[in-house]
């Protein structure tokens, strides 16, 4: 069964720094790009970053860039986005997905004093 | 940078009807759409992909079509599991934008 299972969130004071995880099985992970996705309490869903299968390429919203970084380990079948410098309006709940047709069942991030 | 508007922000309905959910881009996006359903506490389900065609598993009362800017949903009978939140999104070109959504309520 092709899985994705994100970890890592927590809450964090503003100006820290948080590191996700998302674990796939299931499926050959390093033939995938990957993603992370979030959504603030009671908000629409926000594409907050891309990588593609070898780690070479990545892309950021801007509202992260500069702050947010996305990696992969294809040896352990597993994606990390590395947040730092975080403000309140980062509080949400991120999600791991394959493209589009995959998603995680999320792992919430609040950032509050 | 494209923008994605739903229409309409919400809709009251009952079970049984036919709904019809639309989605505009602001410039085109060729076929390169999606929707998902979203329900409260769980992650969004893909329901269409390549702005008509159904995700695996997904029920035939679903349908879509569109291409270019304009997109329509359709739910040809409302059931109960079907009150949600639908969202489309644009993957032409990044950043991916996502609808502000559609809530479908009773």
């Known amino acids: 069964e092709v899985q994705l299972a994100e970890s890592g969130g927590d809450l964090v004071q503003p100006g820290g720094s948080l590191r996700l995880s998302c674990a796939a099985s299931g499926f050959t992970f390093s033939n995938y790009w990957m993603n992370w996705v979030r959504q603030a309490p009671g908000k629409g869903l926000v594409w907050v970053s891309r990588i593609n299968t070898d780690g070479s390429d990545t892309t950021y919203a801007d509202s992260v860039k500069g702050r947010f970084t996305i990696s992969r380990d294809n040896a352990k079948n597993t994606l990390y986005l590395q947040m730092d410098s975080l403000r309140a309006e980062d509080t949400a709940v991120y999600y791991c997905t394959r493209g589009y047709t995959v998603w995680g069942q999320g792992t919430l991030v609040t950032v509050s004093s | 940078e494209i923008v994605i508007t739903q229409s309409p922000a919400t809709l009251s309905v009952s079970p049984g009807e036919r709904v019809t959910l639309s989605c505009r881009a602001s410039q085109s996006v060729s076929s390169n759409l999606a929707w998902y359903q979203q329900k409260p506490g769980q992650a969004p389900r893909l329901l269409i992909y390549?702005?008509?065609t159904r995700a695996t598993g997904i029920s035939g009362r679903f349908s879509a079509s569109g291409s270019g800017t304009e997109f329509t949903l359709t739910i040809s009978s409302l059931q109960s599991e079907d009150f949600a939140v639908y969202y489309c999104q644009q993957y032409n070109n990044w950043p991916f934008a996502f609808g502000p959504g559609t809530t479908v309520d009773i």
């Open positions: 390549g702005a008509s």
